[in-house]
């Protein structure tokens, strides 16, 4: 059980009243400025230059779903500083199911699950401890931006053994970059490969006798904006398949609005694009990883294409998913002025930028050659009531839900609009992804008294409890690479969140034992008052077979 006030242990019992929030703005967008990476007011200054307002693409909001899920508190994660919350940037599990949280300030995090389904963080690793590294965490999308964990990670005598990567923001532009775009330098994106002789250790230990990282690749950022995102490998991928550690890389096409340097259209530099590298070769340029054969521009004998490019024609990729059962990666693509998209990638796939802006003309009219979105949303009503005022727009994605406990969720593409806390859904298994907003849903979750509400109000409910100010973004992330599992990340409030079905219970005989099927956690009691149920520790698997000592009573709750 967690001791904080922030998570308080509150039952409930389901069904119970719902309500909605009748909030209703219109945003305000900068084109000049493009998708800022911290937070605008809602003003823009350019000069001699007037602000475009959003466009209307889709009159049509995006429907609330009727699908019960509440979400729950599991985790205080521990602020950045005195007083100052975390920036919770990727939580994703490591091969053997443990579950790891980056602050984008420096701290990994490892969470240890207690009986009663909630986490206790325990500091992993801190780049902050390495000075030589020179962490930037100046500014929204700067920082320590993600992190994987190669899929031989706790397999003895494999390549991979020990093996975990960070991409991050330095101010250490000294080294020569691997990739230069031109243009100024604002600071320099670097990957490293970090390695441990003891992967099931509760503390990054270093191998003994070696450094405790190398750099595998450095980009040189000339904006301060639209930089680096995820790094992930693919989850689907077997051992005996030819992606199976292969480490996908999300790259911004380098900042400013309206990618002034053209890089989303040159598939001769990384930039605007979702890279796919082998991390443990040796063939690529500087000699520190290997270039995939199998990715379409490293064999198309075209000396102009880069061969690390996995797909390309992207504005800021910050997140990608995929879904386990088909294989399917599914990329966030962060719009600029009217339009935010949803893709599936594709390998050697150009999906427009700066050309379009999702499947809507930007800087030119051609389509020749360009993939559209399966999925898209615009600026200006995305949803009837919003819960905040701000007109920043972002999209974000976790993965498709296979095997969650909450079935009602089987097939659906989490994703969400990242600075607002809206949470949409996408059925990838009927929907024809052949975009628009047509088939996107709003997912109003239900908190522990069974009210329907935006993830904003409950950060400002737990900023509140804090004595901290309103916040008017959330700034929205989902765990990776969790199967079954949902959480739910922010950057202001420190409050780690989950997914859950609502409470439900059967109870059936099978042979001289009982079986006992539920969701939500499970309390029992030798009797029928109220105040007598405790949660019963640890957590048995559902379903549970057992045979009863004594007559017992059984009830699950949402905590």
Not at 74 to 89: E, W, Y
Not at 266 to 278: E, H
């Amino acid at each position: 059980m967690l001791e904080s006030p922030l998570l308080e242990r509150r039952i409930r019992y389901y069904p119970l009243r719902l309500f909605r929030l009748p909030f209703r703005i219109q945003p305000v967008s900068c084109p000049m400025l493009g998708k800022p990476h911290f937070l605008l007011p809602l003003a823009c200054i350019y000069a001699g230059t007037a602000v475009a307002d959003a466009q209307n693409h889709f009159p049509q909001t995006i429907p609330t779903s009727d699908i019960d899920v509440f979400i729950r508190d599991v985790a205080v994660i521990p602020d950045s500083s005195s007083n100052t919350p975390p920036r919770m940037s990727v939580l994703m599990a490591d091969p053997a199911g443990r579950v790891f949280l980056n602050d984008q300030r420096g701290p990994l995090y490892l969470l240890t699950r207690e009986a009663d389904g909630t986490f206790l963080p325990n500091e992993f690793l801190d780049l902050r401890d390495y000075p030589a590294l020179q962490l930037r965490t100046a500014t929204g999308e700067q920082g320590f931006q993600g992190f994987a964990f190669h899929p031989d990670f706790h397999v003895e005598n494999a390549p991979g053994y020990g093996r975990l990567y960070t991409i991050f923001s330095s101010s250490n532009t000294t080294p020569s970059p691997d990739f230069n775009p031109g243009g100024s330098t604002s600071f320099h994106t670097v990957l490293l490969e970090w390695r441990t002789g003891n992967p099931s250790a509760t503390a990054f230990i270093p191998v003994a006798g070696e450094a405790p990282f190398r750099e595998v690749l450095r980009f040189k950022q000339p904006f301060d904006n639209h930089n680096a995102g995820l790094v992930a490998f693919n989850p689907a991928a077997e051992p005996e398949d030819n992606d199976y550690g292969n480490l996908y890389i999300a790259l911004g096409d380098g900042g400013s609005g309206g990618d002034p340097q053209g890089n989303g259209q040159d598939p001769s530099n990384p930039y605007g694009a979702i890279l796919r590298i082998d991390p443990l070769g040796s063939n690529a340029a500087n000699g520190k990883y290997g270039r995939v054969i199998e990715n379409a521009l490293a064999s198309d004998n075209n000396p102009a294409t880069l061969a690390e490019i996995f797909c390309y024609g992207l504005r800021n990729p910050q997140r990608f998913g995929w879904d386990t059962e088909t294989g399917n990666l599914y990329i966030a693509d962060i719009g600029q002025n009217a339009v935010e998209e949803i893709n599936l990638g594709q390998n050697g796939g150009n999906f427009g930028w700066s050309h379009r802006e999702g499947s809507f003309p930007f800087a030119s009219s051609t389509t020749v050659g360009l993939i559209d979105p399966v999925a898209e949303y615009d600026h200006t009503n995305p949803v009837a009531d919003m819960p905040t005022t701000i007109g920043n727009r972002a999209v974000t994605l976790g993965e498709v839900a296979r095997g969650s406990s909450i079935q009602a969720l089987n097939g659906m593409l989490l994703l969400g609009d990242f600075p607002s806390g809206l949470i949409f859904l996408l059925n990838v298994d009927t929907d024809p992804l052949n975009g628009g907003q047509a088939g996107l849903m709003e997912l109003l979750p239900l908190n522990t008294q069974g009210q329907r509400m935006h993830l904003l109000d409950s950060i400002n409910a737990a900023r509140s409890a804090r004595g901290l100010g309103n916040m008017s973004r959330a700034d929205l992330r989902f765990s990776v690479n969790t199967p079954g599992e949902i959480f739910i990340l922010n950057k202001h409030d420190g409050i780690l969140r989950q997914l859950a079905a609502p409470p439900s219970i059967q109870i059936s005989s099978q042979s001289d034992q009982i079986r006992l099927e539920f969701t939500g956690i499970l309390q029992q009691s030798q009797t029928l008052d109220p105040g007598s149920f405790e949660i019963i520790v640890p957590q048995p698997p559902s379903p549970w077979l057992f045979t009863p000592a004594n007559n017992l009573f059984f009830r699950t709750a949402v905590e």
